[in-house]
């Protein structure tokens, strides 16, 4: 059965979710880092921002291709299929993964162009990464070093390639996302633990602005899990933190979606 909920539909960009005003919150299509702790909304986020997408680009009359790496199995276990054209879970698949997408990035770029141009055989590419910590905790040394020098490559140049990261983390340890986050376009804070955390998820400064994500209470059954999927984002395009609650995203919406299903 097809549902259209319009809360994720626009021709103008992404829509992942409804600020304090009700105003749905719109974002380009881009890389995008969301962080929060366990039980804060990530995967709601997450998979908001990817149903979004598919939405925006197929009013573009343009196409999606989905990649996937997820080294815990969770979020995205069960998940290829119509949507998803690969995932992977072991560190060397994900290295072999990685350098495949620097290599078409490669190959996009002797075109010359200085905007991506998608068609139907070759469109606009998503790597989607949940536990991006893992990237500067997994395999050896060598593996580390390949694995960032690649990822740095697609993230200051895969965006004229037509190439995007989205990466999800559940903390934001300095040396897993400090070298990271200034190439990524869409920043999103849930709940973390401190203020220090949330300047270093939005920046400098987005505590000072209002971004009080470490203010917000723990997602609980006794509380009804009311605050999750409450954050702030902060984008190139809007330098202020916005604060708003992204939409509840069942398993079963997501196996729904990813079998080729409309949300």
């Known amino acids: 059965m097809k549902r259209t909920n319009t809360h994720r539909i626009s021709p103008l960009g992404i829509i992942i979710g409804k600020t304090d005003t009700g105003e749905r919150l719109q974002i380009s299509l881009g890389h995008t880092l969301i962080v929060g702790a366990t039980g804060s909304g990530k995967g709601s986020v997450l998979w908001s921002y990817l149903i979004g997408a598919q939405h925006y680009l197929d009013m573009q009359q343009q196409g999606l291709f989905l990649l996937g790496y997820d080294p815990k199995r969770s979020e995205l276990a069960q998940v290829q299929g119509n949507r998803f054209f690969r995932v992977v879970f072991e560190t060397d698949d994900a290295l072999e993964l990685i350098r495949t997408l620097v290599h078409k990035m490669r190959q996009r770029q002797q075109a010359g162009t200085r905007t991506f141009k998608p068609t139907a055989q070759d469109p606009f590419t998503l790597l989607v990464i949940d536990e991006f910590n893992s990237l500067t905790t997994a395999g050896d040394n060598a593996w580390r070093k390949e694995i960032k020098a690649n990822m740095m490559a697609l993230l200051s140049q895969g965006r004229s390639a037509g190439i995007y990261i989205v990466a999800a983390a559940q903390q934001p340890q300095k040396e897993a996302i400090g070298d990271y986050r200034q190439h990524f376009m869409n920043r999103i804070c849930l709940r973390v633990e401190n203020a220090m955390e949330v300047d270093m998820v939005l920046g400098a400064g987005a505590v000072e602005q209002g971004a009080e994500a470490h ?22 395009s809007e330098p202020r933190p916005v604060r708003f609650r992204a939409p509840r995203i069942t398993d079963g919406d997501i196996a729904l979606w990813c079998s080729g299903g409309e949300l």
């Open 215 to 236: 203010l917000i209470s723990p997602a609980t059954e006794s509380n009804g899990y009311l605050t999750a999927g409450i954050g702030y984002t902060r984008t190139d």
